[in-house]
T-cell receptor, first 115, second 113 residues
Framework: GAGVSQSPRYKVAKRGQDVALRCDPISGHVSLFWYQQALGQGPEFLTYFQNEAQLDKSGLPSDRFFAERPEGSVSTLKIQRTQQEDSAVYLC?????????????FGSGTQLSVL | AQSVTQLGSHVSVSEGALVLLRCNYSSSVPPYLFWYVQYPNQGLQLLLKYTSAATLVKGINGFEAEFKKSETSFHLTKPSAHMSDAAEYFCAVSEGGNNRLAFGKGNQVVVIP
């Protein structure tokens, strides 16, 4: 596709359930980021991939959060045993290269609601 | 560590009036600075970025921003607001060894006809 695609668009989970969020970046983009955006806040960094390598996972809030990008393209963010505080919009972004000044292309996000 | 401050979560501006959104940053290294815009039900899009080539940066849709090192600021302006400018605007600074961004809390811009 022409842009970054995320699915599902909306996800409702009961507390304690596991969820998996998918990101399909722009083809050929080396860098992939996951951000978490709480209501009324700016996006907060979660994790970064360069191709299939997860180079930075310092923003993951707990060991319940896990991300992968096994073939260097599609990425999945998994949240185990969801809690109410996990409710947020999860954004995926990709960029062509790895430089600090590169433009990020964002998906529309997955809105996660944990009941 | 880098951080970004955007004051005033909601900004109302009359159609045709000046749009001014303030952004102050802190950075331990020469910064790369960005403004992103988020229209309803869309992903964030880049408006403009500062990469040290010029202090006055022009972006899409008539927006521009000026980097002022002495004030650690990167304020966004547009001379004349249009109804289509209603959106949420985020200032961000690049941190770390990759292009990981630290975002401000954002400004929700409402344009009054």
């Amino acid at each position: 596709g022409a842009g970054v695609s995320q699915s599902p668009r909306y996800k409702v989970a009961k507390r304690g359930q596991d969820v998996a969020l998918r990101c399909d970046p722009i083809s050929g983009h080396v860098s992939l980021f996951w951000y978490q955006q709480a209501l009324g806040q700016g996006p907060e960094f979660l994790t970064y991939f360069q191709n299939e390598a997860q180079l930075d996972k310092s923003g993951l809030p707990s060991d319940r959060f896990f991300a992968e990008r096994p073939e260097g393209s599609v990425s999945t963010l998994k949240i185990q045993r969801t809690q109410q505080e996990d409710s947020a919009v999860y954004l995926c972004a990709s960029s062509v290269g790895t430089a600090r000044y590169e433009k990020l292309f964002f998906g529309s996000g997955t809105q996660l609601s944990v009941l | 560590a880098q951080s970004v401050t955007q004051l005033g979560s909601h900004v109302s501006v009359s159609e045709g009036a000046l749009v001014l959104l303030r952004c102050n940053y802190s950075s331990s290294v020469p910064p790369y600075l960005f403004w992103y815009v988020q229209y309803p039900n869309q992903g964030l899009q880049l408006l403009l970025k500062y990469t040290s080539a010029a202090t006055l940066v022009k972006g899409i849709n008539g927006f521009e921003a000026e980097f002022k090192k002495s004030e650690t600021s990167f304020h966004l302006t547009k001379p004349s607001a249009h109804m289509s400018d209603a959106a949420e605007y985020f200032c961000a600074v690049s941190e770390g060894g990759n292009n990981r961004l630290a975002f401000g809390k954002g400004n929700q811009v409402v344009v009054i006809p």
